[in-house]
């Protein structure tokens, strides 16, 4: 990445925690899984969307960090296999199945920024900001636009006022990891 050393690490930190967070969250079983499970167990199951949808966000938050940390010094072909397989994966099943589309969408659109972010990087590993070589402004500033957007769509999800006061929302920790994740990618095209 393109920023200052004790940022990169700071992201790195935020998204590996989010993406270990999700990987816990995959732990838990199924709801498919766990048809005559006892009551009491019924309201832990997670949901197979639910657990699909963990499963891209602990990758993207590991990648995530683990590009915030590495940057340039590994070939855009890892970064490409490791993200663009996912985006074509999603983007195939949103395809196919209305169920979940939008989360698929989501993950696919940020798989395919995250690949976009490691081409970019490697065509300027050293942080020189050339337009040219920068990657493409506009499409830099819709991807901006879209997470930024998220971010402030997840936050406001996160925080409501039912009677006036200010909570956390029933949603809480999964909310906050895909708040972390959305200004984390926010922050990396930022500093492209």
């Given at each position: 990445?393109?920023?200052?050393?004790?940022?990169?690490?700071?992201?790195?930190?935020?998204?590996?925690?989010?993406?270990?967070?999700?990987?816990?969250?995959?732990?838990?079983?199924?709801?498919?899984?766990?048809?005559?499970?006892?009551?009491?167990?019924?309201?832990?199951?997670?949901?197979?969307?639910?657990?699909?949808?963990?499963?891209?966000?602990?990758?993207?938050?590991?990648?995530?960090?683990?590009?915030?940390?590495?940057?340039?010094?590994?070939?855009?072909?890892?970064?490409?296999?490791?993200?663009?397989?996912?985006a074509a994966v999603f983007l195939l099943a949103a395809l196919q199945t209305p169920r979940g589309r939008g989360h698929r969408?989501?993950?696919?659109?940020?798989?395919?920024?995250?690949?976009?972010?490691?081409?970019?990087?490697?065509?300027?590993?050293?942080?020189?900001?050339?337009?040219?070589?920068?990657?493409?402004?506009?499409?830099?500033?819709?991807?901006?636009?879209?997470?930024?957007?998220?971010?402030?769509?997840?936050?406001?999800?996160?925080?409501?006022?039912?009677?006036?006061?200010?909570?956390?929302?029933?949603?809480?920790?999964?909310?906050?990891?895909?708040?972390?994740?959305?200004?984390?990618?926010?922050?990396?095209?930022?500093?492209?």
């Open positions: 990445m393109h920023g200052p050393t004790l940022v990169n690490w700071l992201l790195a930190l935020l998204t590996a925690t989010a993406g270990a967070y999700c990987l816990t969250r995959l732990r838990q079983p199924s709801c498919a899984a766990t048809p005559h499970s006892a009551p009491h167990a019924a309201h832990r199951a997670h949901p197979p969307l639910a657990r699909e949808s963990d499963a891209a966000e602990a990758l993207m938050g590991l990648g995530m960090a683990a590009m915030a940390v590495t940057g340039a010094t590994v070939p855009a072909t890892v970064w490409a296999v490791l993200f663009g397989l996912p969408l989501h993950h696919a659109v940020g798989a395919l920024a995250m690949t976009y972010l490691a081409l970019a990087m490697t065509v300027s590993p050293t942080g020189h900001h050339h337009p040219a070589a920068a990657g493409a402004p506009l499409l830099t500033g819709a991807l901006l636009l879209y997470f930024g957007g998220y971010a402030l769509w997840t936050g406001a999800r996160l925080l409501r006022t039912p009677a006036g006061t200010l909570v956390v929302g029933t949603t809480g920790l999964p909310q906050a990891c895909r708040l972390a994740m959305g200004i984390g990618m926010f922050a990396m095209l930022l500093t492209m």
